[in-house]
């Protein structure tokens, strides 16, 4: 679902700010890359190092198709726990909303939402599966309020030209 939101967004001129995690970061990022679009990777770490390993090639690819790697962490600094939710602070505060794909009871993604909120950005959720827990957080964030959204459609009405 992320990697068809972030095409389809991105394939609207309307650019991909995320992470570089695993999962839906890594997906996201993919969506805006096959849609010959821009994508920006906010990293928890210093420059030098890309984590996941794994997503070296993601990486890469982002800067071939004239995206952009950033940090406010200095060279050399490793990847740790507490560098992630400061970094969702940076992914949704260069972003005009936040789209939440999936979100346990507590996770990262909640963090992000908390962020995003304090800043007055839009949040923008999938609503999940009732019994899966990978959605608590996300069918609980549409009961408070969030917008729901069924397609990438329902982002795009909302911006045209900008970062989300």
């Known amino acids: 679902m992320a990697r068809q939101l972030a095409y389809n967004i991105a394939n609207n001129k309307i650019n991909i700010v995320s992470g570089l ?16 679009a821009k994508t920006i990777a906010v990293l ?25 790697i950033i940090t406010e962490y200095p060279l050399g600094t490793i990847p740790q726990r507490k560098n992630f939710p400061e970094r969702n602070r940076i992914v949704s505060g260069i972003s005009k909303g936040v789209i939440v794909v999936e979100a346990k009871e507590k996770s990262g993604t909640l963090i992000t939402v908390d962020f995003a909120l304090e800043q007055g950005r839009d949040v923008f959720v999938v609503p999940g599966n009732l019994n899966s827990k990978n959605s608590v957080g996300t069918n609980e964030l549409i009961k408070q309020g969030a917008k729901i959204i069924t397609n990438y459609k329902d982002v795009v009405e909302e911006y045209k030209g900008g970062e989300i």
């Open 21 to 36: 995690a695993k999962g839906i970061d890594a997906e996201s990022h993919i969506g805006a890359i096959q849609a010959n």
């Open 44 to 68: 928890g770490n210093g420059i030098d190092t890309i984590y996941p390993k794994e997503n070296i090639t993601i990486a890469k690819e982002i800067i071939e198709k004239g995206g952009a």
